[in-house]
């Protein structure tokens, strides 16, 4: 076999690998995938600040950074999670998230589930209030 096709091989291997759930170095957490979810609106409106948090469903990866993706009117709150666990790190987070006045709504992950809008405030129902919104 020629070096070319062997390289072409592990390639595809790596790929076949990173496409696993949990086989990558980095993942996204999707909503899904977390215990506890809550978003909580912290300030009235007209400036909205939000506190997503949450404990991540993967025992063998922690929460690194949590960043947000804007796209015109909407916001989309990406948590990367880390494999191997870090030392002295978690699956769980707290992200507080001051909302632009031109944001309208803000998604979780990147299935994009909506977590916020403006005007209908959290989407996602808080533990213990009985699905209410």
């Given amino acids: 076999m020629g070096a070319h096709r062997w390289r072409v091989l592990v390639g595809v291997f790596s790929v076949a ?32 600040t939000l506190k997503l948090s949450g404990l991540a ?3 063998a990866m922690t929460v690194g950074d949590i960043v947000v993706d804007t796209k015109a009117d ?25 909302v632009p006045d031109h944001i309208q709504v803000v998604y979780f992950g990147m299935d994009g589930t909506p977590v916020w809008r403006r005007g209908a405030g959290p989407l996602v129902p808080t533990q213990g209030d009985g699905g209410r919104r």
């Fill in 17 to 48: 690998l990173c496409t696993s759930a949990l086989s990558c170095s980095r993942q996204i957490l999707e909503a899904r995938d977390v215990a506890n979810f809550r978003v909580v609106e912290t300030n009235s409106p007209p400036a909205p």
């Fill in 57 to 59: 469903m993967h025992s």
């Fill in 74 to 98: 909407s916001a989309a709150v990406l948590v990367h999670m880390k494999s191997p666990p870090v030392s002295n790190a978690s699956g769980s987070f707290e992200f507080v998230y001051p």
